[in-house]
């Protein structure tokens, strides 16, 4: 199968002036089939947001290649890519709160990608948003309401139907649940699991919670400081994790069973993150990692295929660690 989306030694750097800069993603590869979601984990400051927008072209690339059904995409969008693209590739963004703006009634929000389609009449657009309003589970009533008179909840499905208005084949959910009250967490990750399936949409779902990710993900990929360090079905992800950072990652996530929280030993991952300013040598993860060798502060590991437990062919283990040479 061919991917949908592929990402080539891609490099995104804030520059700070002078010499230094951010590593925000540092030569990060990964292949999103058609009609897959693939779930992106790792700590704040670890790249996920800045790669899920530097794909979008919401950030430049510094280096690298993203293609998109066999298309490079440009390094630095220019207006007309963003509107060849927008009925393409989407994103659903984090904050609905701050992502809808307040001065436009959800009508408006909602039908603006349609702008696209000129030879829309007023009315097909007016219908076209009351149909993706209640896909989402709201009523077409709210058209002519405002972002303030509704929930979290509520907003991200706006934010969903904005997304999803224009078909597009690819979306990003960048942590869109991450906001929400716990109680409406579940059904907004239900909302846009039926939602994947019954449009065949591909995801790159970005999620701190990894029972989350594990629950609506095919595969998960688990980002470190810039870099991805393990690559595989969800299932082997979570319960046969490799790489000693993905291994803390999930023996801290809570259990979604208090029962079995309740008896489980706390674990937190030791020492800071170091800074995407001043990135070690190695492998980077080596400064907190309680199997590091002599020859992990010096050699970088590479992202290499190791045994894979999974019946899905097309899946591929990959693990960044000295452990596994
Ligand atoms: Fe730990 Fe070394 Fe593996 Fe890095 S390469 S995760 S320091 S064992």
Not at 244 to 251: E, F, K, S
């Amino acid at each position: 199968m061919k991917p949908l989306v592929e990402i080539q030694n891609l490099v995104k750097y804030f520059d700070l002036g002078g010499d230094q800069r951010v590593h925000a993603v540092d030569d990060v590869s990964l292949s999103i089939n058609p009609r897959e979601i693939v779930g992106l984990v790792g700590e704040s400051g670890s790249g996920k947001s800045t790669l899920g927008k530097t794909l979008l072209g919401l950030h430049d690339k510094t280096d690298g290649n993203v293609s998109f059904a066999g298309q490079v995409l440009p390094q630095r969008y220019r207006a007309s890519d963003f509107r060849a693209m927008a009925p393409k590739m989407q994103m659903i963004f984090q904050d609905p709160y701050s992502s809808l703006n307040p001065r436009m009634t959800v009508g408006e929000i909602v039908g603006e990608g349609l702008r696209l389609q000129p030879e829309l009449s007023a009315s097909d657009v007016q219908d076209r948003v009351a149909h993706w309003l209640q896909l989402v589970g709201l009523s077409p009533d709210h058209r002519s309401r405002y972002p303030h008179e509704f929930s979290g909840g509520q907003r991200q499905r706006i934010g969903i139907a904005r997304a999803l208005i224009l078909q597009p084949e690819f979306v990003v959910c960048d942590e869109p649940i991450s906001a929400l009250d716990v109680s409406v967490q579940a059904q907004v990750v239900n909302l846009l699991g039926e939602l994947t399936q019954e449009l065949g949409l591909t995801l790159l779902f970005i999620a701190h919670d990894l029972s989350m990710v594990r629950y609506i993900s095919d595969r998960m990929a688990v980002m470190y400081l810039g870099g991805l360090v393990e690559v595989g079905t969800s299932a082997e992800v979570f319960f046969d994790p490799k790489h000693p950072y993905t291994q803390t990652l999930i023996a801290s996530n809570p259990e979604a069973d208090p029962e079995h929280e309740r008896g489980r030993q706390s674990t937190t991952i030791q020492g800071e993150i170091p800074s995407p300013v001043n990135v070690p040598a190695g492998c980077r993860f080596a400064n907190r990692c309680p199997q590091a060798m002599p020859h992990c502060s010096t050699t970088t590991p590479a992202l290499k295929p190791v045994p894979t437990t999974s019946e899905n062919l097309q899946s591929q283990r990959l693990v960044a660690c000295h452990l596994f040479d």
